[in-house]
């Protein structure tokens, strides 16, 4: 490896030190009703949007709230000696991805049946230390 490179390649690690991340896979709740609750805390002080998520009344944010609170613990493990409080953990980039669609059938009048699809979603938070 030459040295550029390896100057680049420890660059990019010391940048992604202050960064954790935690995902939840196969969420049996639809994308949209997920990504309502996402949007109010995207861009937060971590725990600002603690706060936000205890105290709404959806059934998603009980579920962003536990992700959240292990990405937390992600940063922690990663940045040993370092207390969340003093970095300024800021929630820099939360997706939600559609997952896959169980399909049923739901019987309907004169014989028919009507196709019900049970949507999930992936859910990735990017946590990051805020620069001053």
Request: proline share 4%.
């Amino acid at each position: 490896m030459g040295a550029r490179k390896r100057n680049t390649a420890e660059a990019i690690k010391e940048e992604l030190k202050s960064t954790a991340i935690a995902s939840l896979k196969n969420c049996p709740t639809s994308p949209r009703k997920m990504r309502l609750v996402a949007d109010t805390v995207r861009g937060k002080d971590v725990f600002e949007a603690l706060n936000v998520l205890r105290f709404n009344s959806r059934e998603a944010s009980g579920r962003l709230e536990k992700l959240l609170l292990s990405a937390i613990a992600n940063w922690e493990a990663k940045n040993e000696g370092q207390r969340p409080e003093e970095a300024n953990l800021i929630v820099r980039e939360i997706k939600v991805d559609s997952a896959r669609m169980l399909k049923r059938l739901q019987p309907a009048p004169q014989g028919r049946a009507h196709r019900i699809r049970k949507r999930s979603n992936h859910v990735t938070i990017i946590v990051d230390s805020a620069k001053n």
